[in-house]
């Protein structure tokens, strides 16, 4: 390679490398801030489940009695159109019926078992009287000025199309979230309606990752309004240590280190934490830096 090549290259390297670490310090100068319409440092997820059965009415008004921020809930809709709160579609694991929500009326749900397994928390359990699986439209009565963070738990057009009757309904666009892990159904949601702020998807996670690490970042606009997932060292917590080898603990380490550093992510940033028993309003960790 020829000396003026290598001054060209190295001049190019060199003005991209000090131009993605301006725009990533600054990034106003080239994308418009996001409006922070509320702010969540905790958020209880499935309503605070390991203190109350999950998902039910008891739990949300526990978690919003002892000062939570945000509500995180998932939706289903049953066969006479009505959209429920649960996390499963099949109600094997919380009522003990093996039967889909979607192939009952809501008048047929069975009831939550008194007891219930933590999924997210090893040798946990959560329980209460409040066995009823609710309504959404209830817990938007119930809390009208809490914030929610919906997870629409299956591909459904008709249930995507009625939660967002139902946040128009109650006019809650501004302190309503949506959306799943999957990159399809974020995008079906995002066309019903782009008042209501969107959560990334695993697959939007990982680009925006790459896009950092590249240095990418900060010449990609952003339309999502909230970054949410689990820290590694929760998905730590539910493996047998004994069964993972040094290097795989390493890397979950790095993971968590990674995913809260102050300079990560120049986007609204939610890292969402189950709540714990023991600790009710442990705060998740949580940054939100300047907006792209």
Known sequence: MSSTAAFYLLSTLGGYLVTSFLLLKYPTLLHQRKKQRFLSKHISHRGGAGENLENTMAAFQHAVTIGTDMLELDCHITKDEQVVVSHDENLKRSTGVNVNISDLKYCELPPYLGKLDVSFQKACQCEGKDNRIPLLKEVFEAFPNTPINIDIKVNNNLLIKKVSE?????????????GNASYEIVEK???ENSEIPILFSL???LLILGLF??????FVPIREQFFEIPMPSIILKLKEPHTMSRSQKFLIWLSDIWEVRNSDF??????????QKTQALRPGRFHRPQSN
Request: charged share 15%; with cysteine; glycine share 2%.
């Open 166 to 178: 139902l946040v128009k309904q109650y006019r809650r666009e501004h302190i309503t979230v949506w």
């Open 189 to 191: 949601c995002y066309k």
């Open 203 to 205: 697959q939007r996670v």
């Open 213 to 218: 690490f590249t240095g990418l970042l900060p």
């Open 266 to 275: 120049q986007t609204s940033l939610v890292v969402h934490l189950p709540m």
